[in-house]
């Protein structure tokens, strides 16, 4: 299985700033067929998950362009500039490059 | 507008059984692949398994192997979970999530059904 490792686990940042988010898989996350399936999601408190990012640097429908993706193999970071208030939550990362899917243990972040 | 809304939570004693819905609409159910996933209380996300459009392909976590079924009626735009052997570690918030197949990642989610396995 894929295992996906998240760093930080928390943080804490300023209205305004930019924090990055790491995600590490125990193995690369390239598709056989050359695309490499990893997402980003967003869970506000008390609310479902929601989709950021996926392929790696693809913005869902929606997305502000404060959020930012990128990374490639085993090494990805989520980008978030420009911080808002509505920003905070967990972040997860997933992959969908190979069965059983996985997902990061999670970000939280926190606004100063 | 998508909607996923799952249904069929509640208490049940270790062991029994339990069978979860989700109600799909806003889209066409029949072309889309769709997962179960939970969170249990204070956790993050575990996927739990996966059935493609035609319910041709089925994935299940080894957590759940054996003693969970994902099925799908898409003449009724709903999807499926049945739990059987229940354990208290299976106590979870479940979300229904449509799969986008072609980028493989989770695009819309349900507001959760909460399952508690407790005696």
């Known amino acids: 299985d894929v295992v996906m490792t998240q760093t930080p686990v928390s943080l804490s940042v300023s209205l305004g700033g930019q924090v990055s988010i790491s995600c590490r898989s125990s193995?690369?996350?390239?598709?056989?067929?050359?695309?490499?399936?990893l997402s980003w999601y967003l869970q506000k408190p008390g609310q479902s998950p929601q989709l950021l990012i996926y392929k790696v640097s693809n913005r869902f429908s929606g997305i502000s362009d404060r959020f930012s993706g990128s990374g490639s193999g085993t090494d990805f970071t989520l980008k978030i500039s420009r911080v808002e208030p509505d920003d905070l939550g967990v972040y997860y990362c997933g992959q969908g490059t190979q069965y059983p899917l996985t997902f990061g243990s999670g970000t939280k972040l926190e606004i100063k | 507008e998508v909607q996923l809304v799952e249904s069929g939570g509640g208490l049940v004693q270790p062991g029994r059984s339990l069978k979860l819905s989700c109600l799909a609409s806003?889209?066409?159910?029949?072309?889309?692949?769709m997962n179960w996933i939970r969170q249990a209380p204070g956790k993050g996300l575990e996927w739990v398994a996966s059935?493609?459009?035609?319910?041709?392909?089925?994935y299940y976590a080894d957590t759940v192997k054996g003693r969970f079924t994902i099925s799908r009626d898409n003449a009724k735009n709903t999807l499926y979970l049945q739990m059987t052997s229940l354990r208290s570690e299976d106590t979870a918030l479940y979300y229904c999530a449509r799969w986008n197949y072609y980028s493989r990642y989770f695009d819309f989610w349900g507001p959760g059904t909460m399952v508690t396995v407790s005696s």
């Open positions: 059935i493609s459009s035609s319910s041709s392909y089925i």
């Open positions: 806003g889209f066409t159910f029949s072309n889309y692949g």
């Open positions: 193995q690369s996350l390239v598709h056989n067929n050359g695309n490499t399936y």
